[in-house]
């Protein structure tokens, strides 16, 4: 991958984190007709960054109007990590649930495409997006998980060769994490990228499963 092209991909995801702290402002009508000025960025109390970092809490829990019976509502933590631009890049596409459920689809007659929650294991068998295959995005660090990024590699499809490694065969991936505010799905594509997996054959799932439970799509809890 050209350093350019990693570059403009790391300053689209700074410039993100950029203005969700400065905010950007805007104008619009209120209800009464009056226009006004509004800045908008993200709100942070100061004692949501108290909460613990850790499935059962960011994810568990259910709230809503008390009217609202229990099964018809979730409770999301808002504060966490950093908000991802709707691309990763002009090659990798970004989902949306419909376009997972045809992926689910074609990945269950097709072995060549693979849905892949890129979470560490402790999220992934908290809950997952059934037919999921746990690949950790620490594993794509080759320096660091050697034994791990080669079994990742031939779950891909991947083959290693002298020069490096043949993606003729590899399959084509839709990873997710937490969020649109989860860096573990974007982390791993960057690194795949840096060992030559094609883009064209990697797919974003942005919305993640907190996007994927907030509209009452199942999940499961791996064995």
Partial sequence: MKKTSLFIILSSFLVASSLEKIGVETN????????????????????????????KIVLGGTAANKSVPQNCKRDFVTYMGKVSPIKFSDKVETYGEVEVLEFIEKANENKNYLLVDSRTEDWYYHSTIPSAVNIPYLYAN??????????????????????GYDFTDAKTILLFCNGVW????????????????????????RGGIQSWISLGFPTIKPE
């Avoid at 989860?182 to 799932?205: R, T, V």
């Fill in 182 to 205: 989860c860096g573990q799905s974007p982390e791993a594509m960057k690194q795949l990228i840096k060992y030559g997996y094609p883009e064209e054959k990697m797919k974003w799932y």
């Fill in 28 to 55: 619009y009508v209120d209800e009464q007709g009056n226009k006004k000025a509004i800045l908008i960025k993200r709100d942070k109390p100061a004692e949501c960054f108290s909460v613990k970092f850790d499935p």
């Fill in 142 to 163: 080759k320096s660091q998980y050697i034994n791990e990024f080669n079994e990742m590699m031939k779950t891909l499809g991947a083959k290693e060769t002298k020069n």
